[in-house]
């Protein structure tokens, strides 16, 4: 899964708009690891791919990849980034970093808002066919 991870942040944290709504750095593009999630400022977004079993062919993964986008500022940011990730990932092809992803489709998202953070946060998850 290292691939989807490499993939998913270097296209990510090479999309210039998405980089304006961060507020993203060339030392920082504010797209992080899961494991990093509360260690990093707001705006951020912290990946995770999550194994699934395939149900479409032998040599085809169908992981899920989940998206937490946490902002400091406001709901309003949050949803402005999250569109900006969905222009870049649903339904679409990607290729890149030895991997190919056949299709990335938009599963679902959560908005929630961390009271002990005081972040708003949004969850988003999308599933992958990819080789």
């Known amino acids: 899964m290292d691939?989807?991870?490499d993939l998913t942040f270097s296209l990510l944290a090479g999309d210039p708009t998405l980089q304006a709504l961060l507020g993203g750095s060339a030392s920082d593009r504010k797209v992080y690891p899961v494991e990093d999630l509360g260690r990093v400022a707001p705006p951020a977004i912290a990946v995770a791919v999550v194994?699934?079993?395939?149900?479409?062919?032998?040599?085809?993964?169908?992981?899920?990849?989940?998206?937490?986008?946490?902002?400091?500022?406001?709901?309003?940011e949050v949803?402005?980034?999250?569109?900006?990730v969905e222009a870049l990932l649903n339904r679409k092809r990607l290729a890149g970093n030895g991997?190919?992803?056949h299709l990335c489709l938009k599963d679902n998202d959560t908005d929630d808002f961390d009271p002990d953070a005081r972040e708003f946060v949004r969850d988003v998850r999308y599933r992958l066919i990819a080789q």
């Open 3 to 5: 691939g989807l991870y």
């Open 51 to 76: 194994a699934g079993p395939s149900d479409v062919a032998f040599g085809v993964d169908r992981p899920t990849l989940v998206l937490t986008i946490a902002s400091a500022v406001s709901a309003t």
């Open 99 to 101: 991997r190919l992803v």
């Open 79 to 84: 949803v402005a980034i999250a569109s900006r």
